[in-house]
Every structure is written in structure tokens, then in C-alpha cells.
């Protein structure tokens, strides 16, 4: 049935709403309160085209999957439709072309093209932390704090960069952190991610909420080996992480990665304050938004519940102090990952590299068990991989900088020269160390005085 914009129109209500995405009409009234980022993010767009914002965060195969047939309505002529009155998330707010790729020389330069290409929505959901941002800041000077101690006239003729995740061999120490909905970054999105990870031979732990499914990113490899990882937040409908799970095993991913640091989300003040300038209301931001599905009433017994239904590997993604590594050993689970959500969630909690002193000091026996040690949140150099290495880390995760490295046009191949950027840098500094690969690392050519003068005094265990 062919609609007329009238037509549409008439349902714009939380009683009655239509949507029109990309000339198809579909009644979401029935879906309104099961969807993830909550009823406004539909209601803002009743009645009119909703092409663009759902464009924003999503891949149009998400249709078929979360709407019945009978949700559509009819066709209509993109045209004739009045559009949302939010701002767009996505695209460059700059219309200049961005610099060649070949004039980024470091992973801060891509976060500088980032802040003046990304519209404003973009770039305070990508890059704002919790409240003051403390935590954000003291991820990356906690790296500072640490310095290095090379050695001089070792014959280095090769480095050798590989090591394994879980079990799958990767070129770098360096997987691709969970960053939900990359498509505010670049259409391509997660995609881009799966593609430039084949060609660079880095694992990738896709979002719970990334834009497109994880069959859709299983087809943009590169590689068919390449690992793919699936992060989980447990939903307050466990039936839907259940739903995940399921699909992301099916598909091929290597192991489940449950984030247990964000129970709530955390107060992104730059994120609200965009929202509630705009939008007028309760300010509040994409992150709160997008993730109020997310349970906080669980606690270890999850693990028993995940083991039910996967035989995959299980990652806890979100410790933060030494006795709850301790608690995920004895659990069984098969890694951790040293994370305070990129200074997202709580702020002034401590930097996860304080937590890896911690973890020396008092369960050292932790850092050679089999279950391996992930730590990120602030690496920007090789430097910094080198030195989470050298403590004990299995391998680090980068975030922010590759969505950056995504973003103003740039897509797979913007991903890559990041990648080849920071491979460089290891590379470099693998020598200056006098190393030829990451099992000669260890704390002996480190100098952490500095920042173990900040590891808590007792820990009871």
C-alpha cells in the first residue's frame, strides 16, 4: 500500500507510532518499550522520516530481525516527509577534505582531525568520560608514570611482535576494545574494523551494541581465521543475552567477553549537556541512553548461567582491583580484562595499569596462571604496550583512537595506518630495549617506582 505523508503523520504518539525508513512505513507502537535505547530516541522521530537517525546507529538488515512483517505499513516518497529535528549524529560537521593519512604521524593527531570533523553528537559520545574526566586523564599518565630501561648493544636484526589471544596467534599485543555503534564515526562502521583487523592480523572484541550484526562483520574479514570476539552486557531480559550469545557462537566468535564495570552508566556530563541543549529534555546523553537495557543486578553467579549455554572461552571485561582478579581466577574463567571503561564509568577510580602493580604485589601468581591478563583505557604509544607487557599483561586493548582513525572519511584505511603507526613504535622500541619479541619483556627493564608508590597499602585477600 502506497502512503501519503498525511498519512503517516497521523501516528505520532506513543499510542500510535509510525515510522517511515527509507520509503517503508513500519508501527513500532508495540516495540517502543523493548527498545534498547528507550522509547524517546523513537518518539522523537513519530511520524516523520526516521531514515537518518536510524541510519546513525544502525545496519538495515536490524529491521528484519527485530520487527514482524506485520509491522509494515506501507511504502511512501521519501520526499514529500518531514524529517526529525534532532541533529545528526553522523558525518563531518567540516565539509574541508582531511589531511592525507600520510601526515598523521601519532594516534593524536587522528584524535585532533576527529574533534573537527565529527559533528558534535559524535564526538561527546566517543570521547567523553565520567563527570570530571579524572579517571579518563589518569588511564594515560599512569603509562607516564613508568619509565624505560634499555639496553645498549644487543644484536636486534628482526623483532617479532606476535603473541596469542586465547589461544589464536595475532601480529600485535593489541585487540580492538568493544566500541559501541561505530557507524557515528563511519558508515562502514564495525565492518571497516573486521576488515583492516584481517589485513593487520589483530583480534577484534565486537560491541554489544555495535551498528551491525555480528554475521554481517563475520562477512567483512579478511581473513576467515581471523578472530572475533563477542562482548556481552548482561540484559535486564536475560532471554536477549541468551539471543547473543547464541547468534555470536553460531557465527564463529572465539570467546565471550561479559563487562562488568558499568551496572549503571556513568555520568558523561559532556554527552547530556549536548542532548539537553538540543533536545530540551532531560539531558540525558546517547550512552545513558543506549544502554539502559543493561542489568546491575547481577553478580558472580552470571558465570554459571554463560556456562550454561556456551562452551566458548569466558573473559570478564572490567576488574579493577587485585581482590576481584583473584575472585575470576577462582571462578575459572579463562581471562580478565584490567578496565575501568575507559574513565566512562566511575570517576577517580583507578587507572587499570595501578591495578596490574596491584595484582603483582599481591597475587603475583596470577600473571603466569593460565588465565590470561588484558588491560586498556588510555594507550596511545607503543611505549605504552611495551610497558603493559613487560608487567604482565597478555595484550593491551585500543579503543577510542581506532573510532578516531575511522572517522572524518577516512574508514578501513584510516583503521590500518593507526595499526601501522603503532606497529612501528613497538617496533622501534622493541630495539631500543634490546628485545627480539614479547617473551623477553619483564619488569627488568622498567622503571615503576613512581607509580607504585600510589598501589593500595594492605589488600586483604
Same mark, same amino acid.
Given at each position: /500500500?502506497?502512503?501519503?505523508?498525511?498519512?503517516?503523520?497521523?501516528?505520532?504518539?506513543?499510542?500510535?507510532?509510525?515510522?517511515?525508513?527509507? &520509503?517503508?512505513?513500519?508501527?513500532? *507502537?508495540?516495540?517502543?518499550?523493548? @527498545?534498547?535505547?528507550?522509547?524517546?530516541?523513537?518518539?522523537?522521530?513519530?511520524?516523520?522520516?526516521?531514515?537518518?537517525?536510524?541510519?546513525?546507529?544502525?545496519?538495515?538488515?536490524?529491521?528484519?530481525?527485530?520487527?514482524?512483517?506485520?509491522?509494515?505499513?506501507?511504502?511512501?516518497?521519501?520526499?514529500?516527509?518531514?524529517?526529525?529535528? =534532532?541533529?545528526?549524529?553522523? &558525518?563531518?560537521?567540516?565539509?574541508?577534505?582531511?589531511?592525507?593519512?600520510?601526515?598523521?604521524?601519532?594516534?593524536?593527531?587522528?584524535?585532533?582531525?576527529?574533534?573537527?570533523?565529527?559533528?558534535?553528537?559524535?564526538?561527546?559520545?566517543?570521547?567523553?568520560?565520567?563527570?570530571?574526566?579524572?579517571?579518563?586523564?589518569?588511564?594515560?599518565?599512569?603509562?607516564?608514570?613508568?619509565?624505560?630501561?634499555?639496553?645498549?648493544?644487543?644484536?636486534?636484526?628482526?623483532?617479532?611482535?606476535?603473541?596469542?589471544?586465547?589461544?589464536?596467534?595475532?601480529?600485535?599485543?593489541?585487540?580492538?576494545?568493544?566500541?559501541?555503534?561505530?557507524?557515528?564515526?563511519?558508515?562502514?562502521?564495525?565492518?571497516?574494523?573486521?576488515?583492516?583487523?584481517? @589485513?593487520?592480523?589483530?583480534? /577484534?572484541?565486537?560491541?554489544?551494541?555495535?551498528?551491525?550484526?555480528?554475521?554481517?562483520?563475520?562477512?567483512?574479514?579478511?581473513?576467515?581465521? #581471523?578472530?572475533?570476539?563477542?562482548?556481552?552486557?548482561?540484559?535486564?531480559?536475560?532471554?536477549?543475552?541468551?539471543?547473543?550469545?547464541?547468534?555470536?557462537? =553460531?557465527?564463529?566468535?572465539?570467546?565471550?567477553?561479559?563487562?562488568?564495570?558499568?551496572?549503571?552508566? &556513568?555520568?558523561?556530563? /559532556?554527552?547530556?549537556?549536548?542532548?539537553?541543549?538540543?533536545?530540551?529534555?532531560? &539531558?540525558?546523553?546517547?550512552?545513558?541512553?543506549?544502554?539502559?537495557?543493561?542489568?546491575?543486578?547481577?553478580?558472580?553467579?552470571?558465570? *554459571?548461567?554463560?556456562?550454561?549455554?556456551?562452551?566458548?572461552?569466558?573473559?570478564?571485561?572490567?576488574? #579493577?582491583?587485585?581482590?576481584?582478579?583473584?575472585?575470576?581466577?577462582? @571462578?575459572?574463567? #579463562?581471562?580478565?580484562?584490567?578496565?575501568? @571503561?575507559?574513565?566512562?564509568?566511575?570517576?577517580?577510580? #583507578?587507572?587499570?595499569?595501578?591495578? $596490574?602493580?596491584?595484582?603483582?604485589?599481591?597475587?603475583?601468581?596470577?600473571?603466569?596462571?593460565?588465565?590470561?591478563?588484558?588491560?586498556?583505557?588510555?594507550?596511545?604509544?607503543?611505549?605504552?604496550?611495551?610497558?603493559?607487557?613487560?608487567?604482565?599483561?597478555?595484550?593491551?586493548?585500543?579503543?577510542?583512537?581506532? $573510532?578516531?582513525?575511522?572517522?572524518?572519511?577516512?574508514?578501513?584505511?584510516?583503521?590500518?595506518?593507526?595499526?601501522?603507526?603503532?606497529?612501528?613504535?613497538?617496533?622501534?622500541?622493541?630495539?631500543? $630495549?634490546?628485545?627480539?619479541?614479547?617473551?623477553?619483556?619483564?619488569?627488568?627493564?622498567?622503571?615503576?617506582?613512581?607509580?607504585?608508590?600510589?598501589?593500595?597499602?594492605?589488600?586483604?585477600?
Amino acid at each position: /500500500m502506497h502512503l501519503t505523508s498525511e498519512d503517516l503523520e497521523k501516528h505520532n504518539s506513543k499510542d500510535s507510532c509510525w515510522v517511515a525508513i527509507h &520509503g517503508s512505513v513500519y508501527d513500532v *507502537t508495540d516495540f517502543l518499550e523493548s @527498545h534498547p535505547g528507550g522509547p524517546k530516541v523513537i518518539l522523537r522521530c513519530a511520524g516523520k522520516d526516521a531514515t537518518a537517525d536510524f541510519d546513525a546507529v544502525h545496519d538495515l538488515e536490524l529491521l528484519a530481525q527485530t520487527l514482524p512483517a506485520s509491522a509494515l505499513r506501507g511504502t511512501i516518497t521519501p520526499g514529500s516527509l518531514s524529517v526529525s529535528n =534532532k541533529q545528526p549524529s553522523t &558525518g563531518n560537521k567540516n565539509t574541508t577534505e582531511a589531511p592525507p593519512l600520510t601526515s598523521l604521524i601519532n594516534l593524536h593527531d587522528f584524535e585532533q582531525v576527529a574533534q573537527t570533523h565529527l559533528t558534535p553528537n559524535a564526538w561527546a559520545y566517543i570521547s567523553s568520560g565520567a563527570e570530571d574526566e579524572l579517571t579518563k586523564r589518569q588511564n594515560a599518565k599512569a603509562f607516564q608514570k613508568v619509565s624505560l630501561r634499555p639496553r645498549i648493544l644487543r644484536r636486534i636484526p628482526t623483532t617479532d611482535t606476535t603473541v596469542t589471544i586465547l589461544g589464536k596467534k595475532v601480529s600485535l599485543p593489541v585487540y580492538m576494545s568493544a566500541t559501541g555503534i561505530a557507524k557515528y564515526a563511519h558508515p562502514d562502521g564495525e565492518r571497516a574494523f573486521a576488515a583492516a583487523a584481517g @589485513h593487520e592480523g589483530l583480534a /577484534m572484541l565486537l560491541a554489544n551494541g555495535s551498528s551491525f550484526p555480528i554475521e554481517r562483520v563475520m562477512e567483512a574479514r579478511t581473513d576467515g581465521s #581471523q578472530p572475533v570476539f563477542q562482548q556481552l552486557y548482561v540484559n535486564r531480559e536475560i532471554g536477549k543475552s541468551e539471543e547473543i550469545v547464541r547468534r555470536a557462537e =553460531k557465527a564463529g566468535a572465539g570467546a565471550i567477553w561479559i563487562t562488568v564495570d558499568s551496572p549503571v552508566v &556513568g555520568k558523561r556530563e /559532556m554527552d547530556e549537556r549536548l542532548n539537553l541543549e538540543q533536545d530540551s529534555g532531560s &539531558g540525558q546523553g546517547v550512552a545513558k541512553t543506549m544502554a539502559s537495557f543493561i542489568s546491575p543486578f547481577i553478580d558472580w553467579e552470571i558465570l *554459571t548461567w554463560l556456562r550454561g549455554i556456551t562452551g566458548l572461552p569466558i573473559v570478564i571485561k572490567g576488574i #579493577q582491583c587485585v581482590e576481584d582478579a583473584v575472585l575470576a581466577y577462582q @571462578h575459572g574463567v #579463562q581471562g580478565i580484562v584490567l578496565s575501568n @571503561h575507559g574513565g566512562r564509568s566511575q570517576d577517580t577510580a #583507578q587507572a587499570p595499569l595501578l591495578t $596490574l602493580l596491584e595484582i603483582r604485589r599481591y597475587a603475583s601468581f596470577l600473571i603466569d596462571s593460565p588465565m590470561e591478563i588484558y588491560i586498556d583505557g588510555g594507550i596511545r604509544r607503543g611505549t605504552d604496550v611495551l610497558k603493559a607487557i613487560a608487567l604482565g599483561a597478555t595484550a593491551v586493548g585500543i579503543g577510542r583512537p581506532l $573510532l578516531y582513525s575511522l572517522s572524518a572519511g577516512y574508514g578501513e584505511q584510516g583503521v590500518r595506518r593507526a595499526i601501522d603507526i603503532l606497529r612501528q613504535e613497538i617496533e622501534a622500541n622493541m630495539t631500543f $630495549l634490546g628485545v627480539t619479541s614479547m617473551k623477553e619483556l619483564g619488569p627488568h627493564l622498567l622503571n615503576a617506582s613512581r607509580l607504585e608508590r600510589d598501589v593500595v597499602g594492605a589488600v586483604k585477600l
